[in-house]
């Protein structure tokens, strides 16, 4: 996104940018649209193969190189020959034709089929000149030098016979694959827009394409605060924990399609956490997600770092879990050769749920965006809770479940077609243990204090469905 976009997006309204100055819970759908204001457009394009298309999105029409076929080719194994001369063929009553050479795939022929001629082809093998159709060779006999006959119709492979004998006409055309049949060159074959998949991959390289233009990934950093926060292997001590955040975020990175950055763990120092953002910066993040520091503790000092660097647009939102959630951004020309444009800032809770979900609610959509997707937002389907849940009053909360299957392991649904939802364990935001069985967010509503049993409500899915 550009700088004037950002410009434009907050001539529209924006919150105070001193933290002390943000003084009441923003909706969720406040939030994400104030959010998705400044993410406005997509990243640049740039050339890959197809291959290395994958999972990325075109951002450009992609017109085919070559015609599919280039030219006329066989559909089946056989021979080519001229069509007139089957028209009396029958089963009891084979017309004879001399077989003059053949056709490989990959080759073309320099031979031409005349009146009482054929050549043994391949299937995929151009079609010689003065053919008009092709005998299937189960629908003939080999005949050797000797004049005799061999198995009918078994492959037509091995020596070359001297001729064959056709048992059933074929029509002008028949088993043959004509030119440009598939594609013309020059026709559109992907939309910008559209998501590369490996179906697509075959198409591109089949129709010729040997580079296409798809949306850069988003160069996603992340940064883990806290001084009680220990990296892999280091020793946890009387008082520190295992890194979580930091690997989950940069799985949630990798997973909606971004390149990662990891900037490791932060102390609760300002100077620490700038020194790491500027890395971030320096190395030409599109946005940097932080987890940890953003609430009102006397060692949060993520937001300060946040309103130094650039601007906090909005702070503290109406969400159960992840009230503490801040969104703002830095302009300036990055050093990584990026050129002048604004970097997201991503403030999100320590604990570990809620740095997963505000990461699912705020973060993926805007990443997806800058990706190119027009499809932000996961799917939603619909689910009876199965277990009774409580909620803070105001806030929309999103509950870790999981879902009930049969026995091929598809969901089960009632005869409304809703999903049965179990909670996937404790529901406390800092509770790791839930997460590794959630398959779903199981939406409550601001409106509702209590979900209790058989509550009917909104299911986004993290994953496809099974």
Request: hydrophobic share 45%.
């Amino acid at each position: 996104m550009t700088t004037e976009t950002v410009r434009t997006a907050r001539s529209a309204g924006s919150t105070p940018l001193a933290p002390g100055g943000f003084e009441r819970l923003m909706s969720v759908d406040e939030a994400l649209e104030r959010l998705l204001l400044v993410v406005t457009a997509p990243l640049p394009g740039e050339p890959v193969t197809p291959l290395g298309a994958l999972g990325r999105v075109v951002a450009e029409a992609v017109l085919a190189a070559t015609s599919l076929p280039p030219w006329d080719n066989s559909a089946m194994d056989g021979y080519a020959v001229r069509a007139a001369d089957t028209v009396a063929a029958r089963d009891d009553e084979p017309v004879e034709l001399r077989v003059i050479g053949e056709v490989r795939a990959g080759f073309a022929g320099t031979q031409s089929v005349q009146t009482g001629m054929a050549l043994r082809i391949a299937t995929g093998a151009p079609v010689p000149p003065g053919a008009d159709a092709v005998v299937p060779v189960e629908a003939t006999t080999p005949i050797d030098d000797d004049g005799r006959r061999g198995p009918r119709g078994r492959e037509a492979a091995g020596r070359l016979p001297a001729a064959c004998l056709v048992h059933e006409p074929v029509p002008i055309g028949g088993s043959i694959r004509p030119a440009a049949s598939d594609l013309i060159r020059g026709q559109t074959i992907i939309a910008a827009g559209t998501v590369v998949t490996p179906l697509a991959v075959a198409l591109l390289a089949g129709a010729g394409i040997e580079q296409l233009l798809v949306h850069r990934r988003p160069r996603i950093a992340v940064l883990a605060t806290g001084d009680e926060v220990r990296a892999p292997g280091e020793p946890l001590g009387p008082a520190g924990i295992p890194d979580a955040n930091r690997p989950g975020l940069l799985a949630q990175v990798a997973a909606t399609g971004g390149e990662p950055i990891d900037l490791g763990v932060a102390t609760d120092r300002l100077d620490d956490v700038l020194s790491r953002l500027r890395a971030g910066l320096e190395l030409g993040a599109d946005a940097i997600v932080v987890s940890g520091g953003v609430s009102v503790g006397p060692f949060d000092v993520v937001r300060t770092a946040f309103a130094e660097l650039g601007r906090i647009d909005l702070w503290r939102v109406a969400l159960q879990p992840g009230k503490p959630f801040a969104f703002g951004t830095v302009i300036g020309k990055r050093t990584a050769g990026h050129g002048e444009s604004a970097t997201l800032l991503f403030g999100l809770p320590g604990n570990p749920v809620s740095s997963m979900v505000t990461f699912e609610v705020f973060v993926r959509p805007a990443l997806r965006r800058l990706a190119g997707h027009s499809m932000l937002h996961r799917p939603l389907d619909r689910a009876v809770l199965l277990h009774a849940a409580t909620k803070s009053r105001g806030r929309r909360a999103f509950l870790r479940v999981g879902v009930e299957r049969d026995a091929s392991g598809q969901p089960v649904r009632d005869a409304d077609g809703n999903l049965q939802a179990r909670l996937a364990g404790g529901q406390g935001s800092h509770v790791l243990s839930a997460l590794a069985s959630t398959e779903a967010l199981a939406i409550v509503p601001e409106a509702m204090d209590a979900a209790p049993t058989g509550t009917v409500v909104d299911l986004m899915w993290l994953d496809p469905i099974a």
